[in-house]
């Protein structure tokens, strides 16, 4: 018999997370996508894929600095695949990230996940990753 707290996570289900826009937070937003990917079947391999873009997509939007705003993380469960939202409100003033920045993002997501959309001018990334069971 499965357990309530380690029972697969409905399909549809939106899980949000808000913190403080500064690097040492960021831990929380990578935490929480493992252990959804987790429940969700997903290998460690592909875990560590989603941490890694989750980690790529808050160095893009806090530019490597602390701000006083917050970033918010929306993670979509899929069924078979995880769907990740960050959102940074930084204040008003606050430049947007660098092309060389977005182009590093782009870069380095590209093989850890299937879809990666970085709107660096809203300072909004979101990135899509299906679990794919080992060959049999």
């Known amino acids: 018999m ?5 029972a697969r996570p ?3 289900d939106e899980i949000r997370l ?6 040492e937070y960021g831990r929380l937003a990578r935490v929480t996508v493992a252990g959804l990917a987790l429940r969700l079947g997903f290998s460690h391999i592909e875990v560590e894929d989603l941490r890694l873009a989750v980690d790529e997509g808050l160095i893009l939007l806090l530019d490597g600095g602390d701000h006083d705003g917050d970033v918010e993380a929306v993670y979509r ?7 990740v939202e960050l959102m940074a409100d930084l204040g008003r003033g606050t430049p947007a990230p660098s092309a060389a920045a977005t182009d590093r993002f782009q870069t380095m997501v590209a093989d850890l996940v299937d879809v990666a959309v970085a709107d660096p ?12 069971p080992p060959a049999a």
């Open 2 to 6: 499965t357990s309530p707290s380690r």
């Open 10 to 12: 409905p399909a549809g």
């Open 18 to 23: 808000a913190v403080p826009a500064q690097a």
């Open 77 to 83: 469960l899929l069924g078979d695949a995880i769907e």
């Open 121 to 132: 001018a809203k300072r909004v990334v979101r990135f899509r990753k299906a679990h794919r």
